[in-house]
């Protein structure tokens, strides 16, 4: 029988249960950025480990805004290294899918959490979302 998120979240220790919901959900927004959203999502969208990393954080910034960083931190995710530990958790879980040509490596310093969620972080698209000129 499969694991579930909570215990493989509990076994590892390093990672809330909040931290593998979030890449999970993920998941499905970022094959959604980068194959569209009118895929049928039964069938196999494969993305690469650094699509991931950028579509987790387009969703951090949308549910957290200014906080995403911290949120993440909260959660034991600190590199895009934490988010390639917990894809990889969930695939030897059988909760996701990599292909034989996928590593871990992939995640390895894919963007650094300070420059994309504080220092470039994107005002004029909060506003464009909020209605604020």
Not at 34 to 55: A, K
Not at 73 to 78: A, P, V
Request: aromatic residues 10%.
């Amino acid at each position: 029988m499969k694991k579930s998120i909570k215990d493989i979240a509990k076994e590892d220790g390093r990672y809330s249960l909040r931290a593998f919901q979030f890449v999970h959900e993920g998941l499905e927004h970022s094959v959604k950025k980068f194959h569209g959203v009118d895929q049928p999502i039964e069938e196999p969208h494969h993305i690469t480990g650094r699509q991931l990393c950028e579509g987790l954080a387009d969703l951090a910034a949308d549910k957290w805004g200014r906080m995403a960083k911290v949120t993440l931190n909260q959660l034991g995710i600190k590199t895009t290294d934490d988010f390639g530990s917990i894809v990889y958790l969930m695939v030897e879980n059988k909760w996701m899918h990599a292909r034989p040509e996928d590593s871990i490596e992939e995640f390895h310093n894919v963007y650094d959490f300070e420059m994309v969620f504080e220092k470039n972080y994107d005002f004029r698209k909060v506003r464009e979302q909020t209605g604020e000129a």
